[in-house]
């Protein structure tokens, strides 16, 4: 099954529904109750919310607790489906007018959910990638991996996006454009993936959740994290609605800060 065929946003939601019960709803429904959905005239897409509290909890928490707030009714609730997506808003219980904010809020949800948007926003993540390896002296040796070093992936039909290298060592590497995170199934595969080809495995994403990175940290790896998902420069006029009707963080990119590709280069460095 090939990444383009294979829905990991819905395996990422088998994924939360199977996750054991954690403490931290607790806290997180907590949060909620007495912060973002406390009262007011204010509806949030789901979204949102993971990200506003991700320095916090993980998204499956969040979206643990908003899933119970919602099922005791403790909090308005609504579902929309919206281009290729399911959107679930939340309101305080008191706000009974919401429609207006919804449709705003659904514009701009079917503009950057739009398939031609999304594989735009794919292709300018790995093109920000090949430019950021360049300028610190890696090599892309492949596109598009599924076989590597006489290895040919078989056990799924996914793909590598590149395998780089420098000072005679090779990562693979998976980039992430996206605001929520890669489910754990396909981090999983993309891991084990790297390591059979006989490289380093290597995240670019704008978030991962701690145990994520533990876990590539464990095999040997690298996960670059840049906190804002990155626009090419013809979305600017979207980037910035994006920004001011929803507040989630997007940002129009040129090129990766140095910054970005100091950590990189340093972490290379000093493993080498």
């Not at 939360?16 to 954690?22: C, G, S």
């Not at 204010?42 to 607790?65: M, N, P, S």
């Not at 991996?145 to 040919?152: A, F, I, K, M, Q």
Request: with cysteine; aromatic share 12%.
């Amino acid at each position: 099954m090939s990444d383009e065929d294979y829905n990991f946003e819905l395996a990422l939601e088998r994924e939360l529904a199977a996750r054991p019960r954690d403490h931290k709803v607790d806290e997180a429904r907590e949060a909620l109750l007495n912060g973002y959905l406390a009262d007011g005239d204010v509806v949030y897409y789901g979204r949102q919310l993971e990200i506003f509290l991700e320095d916090r909890f993980f998204h499956w928490i969040t979206k643990k607790a908003l899933n119970e707030l919602a099922q005791e009714k403790l909090i308005g609730f609504n579902e929309k489906k919206v281009a290729h997506v399911t959107a679930h808003f939340y309101r305080p219980r008191r706000h009974r007018y919401p429609a207006r904010q919804m449709t705003k809020a659904i514009e701009l949800i079917r503009e950057f959910s739009a398939p031609d948007f999304t594989e735009a926003l794919g292709n300018h993540g790995e093109l920000l990638a090949d430019a950021g390896f360049a300028s610190i002296g890696f090599r892309v040796l492949k596109k598009n991996v599924n076989e590597h070093n006489g290895v040919r992936w078989t056990k799924t039909r996914n793909n590598l996006d590149r395998i780089i290298e420098r000072d005679g060592i090779q990562y693979g590497v998976e980039i992430k454009n996206q605001l929520g995170y890669i489910s754990k199934e396909e981090l999983d595969v993309k891991v084990e993936m790297a390591k059979a080809f006989g490289t380093r495995p290597m995240f670019i994403a704008r978030m991962m959740p701690k145990s994520y990175i533990f876990e590539v940290q464990q095999n040997g790896g690298f996960c670059l994290l840049f906190k804002d998902q990155q626009y090419p420069l013809l979305a600017k006029d979207l980037a910035k609605r994006v920004r001011s009707g929803l507040k989630l963080p997007v940002q129009v990119t040129k090129a990766w800060p140095e910054t970005a590709l100091a950590r990189f280069d340093k972490w290379h460095g000093d493993n080498s």
